[in-house]
């Protein structure tokens, strides 16, 4: 129900709206009996989750998954099913030995002590990782609620590192780990849209998007060839990235000086200029943005060179916000 919403051209929901009622409805039943099997990661949960998020972003299942998590402001669900498991450990060590489950845990972590390798094994092993094996250790955390507390911050601090880490290793991310410095979900994801709109911005973002620097990859170009085709034609040879579809590239001229905000339209252009368009969060600007990066239809019209001085003269029709 909630795919069928969020997805296709009915794409109307906003994200923060999208994401409570995946909390509310489906991480319940992903996360079900985690408190036995969510000591170890699982890739196809987290899969489930990415999936959602790129629907949110209106986006296809092929573009980059860290940078779509990132745009959502979402932390891995593993952080709910993991603490699930080590809050369920918690209450064994705290039980009173003459119950059953105290005396099958005691039992279960003795032979983890002697070697063989049982669900205990997979506690202690996802406690020293987290760097709490002195839990292990001790047998016994004090405060449950104040140690759960501990664990969540320091497994949500490790995966925003990991995620800080993919995005400035990538090369995808070239400029995007410039504009996006705090984990949140972007306000073109809560703002009223389009589906086509917030698609164009999505893609942008999160190089789902067909300029050369992407689209190259799949020609096997080096970066420094990946040229522009347009300004190709006139034998300019620069590279079609972000920045240039975006504030440089002379077919869109026009339709900057019709959508941008005037403090956009600047005769500096420099990769500040494009850090604070991409970053700028007012609503009324989010739409100028988003109807101009829409003329990336314009432009798949005229990957012809052969049509461009033709299209040079003609404009495009642009939806209603």
Known sequence: ??????????CNIAADEAFKL????????LCYSSEIWGYGYLEIIEKVHANFCKRVC????????????????????????????VNYWTRHTQMQYHRYPKQCYTMVRNLDN???????????QLLFHTRFGYAWIANGVGSIPVFLKQFKNQHRDCSIQNLQSK?????????????????????????DLPVMYKRAMSDLRCSGHCLMIENGRHFNLDKEYRYCPVCLHN???IIEDE????????????LRKELFPAQWQTNCVCQRSFYNIMSDKNKRNIVQLSKYLYAFELRKCTY???QYNHVCNCSIVLPTA
């Not at 002697?114 to 202690?124: L, N």
């Not at 920045?243 to 001229?253: D, R, T």
């Open 1 to 10: 129900m909630i795919y069928s919403v969020v997805s296709g051209q009915y």
């Open 167 to 191: 995005i400035n290793e990538s090369s995808k991310s070239a400029y995007y780990k410039h504009y996006k410095s705090i984990l949140q979900v972007e306000q073109y994801l809560s703002t």
């Open 22 to 29: 995946f909390d509310s409805l489906v991480l319940h039943i």
């Open 114 to 124: 002697v070697g063989r390798v049982t669900g205990a094994s997979h506690i202690r």
């Open 304 to 306: 012809s060179l052969t």
């Open 243 to 254: 920045m240039h579809f975006l504030l440089v590239c002379p077919l869109y001229n026009t």
């Open 58 to 85: 209106c986006l296809h299942q092929h573009v980059c998954t860290f940078l779509v998590i990132s745009d959502c402001g979402r932390t891995p669900i593993s952080i709910v099913y993991m603490s699930g498991c």
């Open 235 to 237: 034998v300019i040879r």
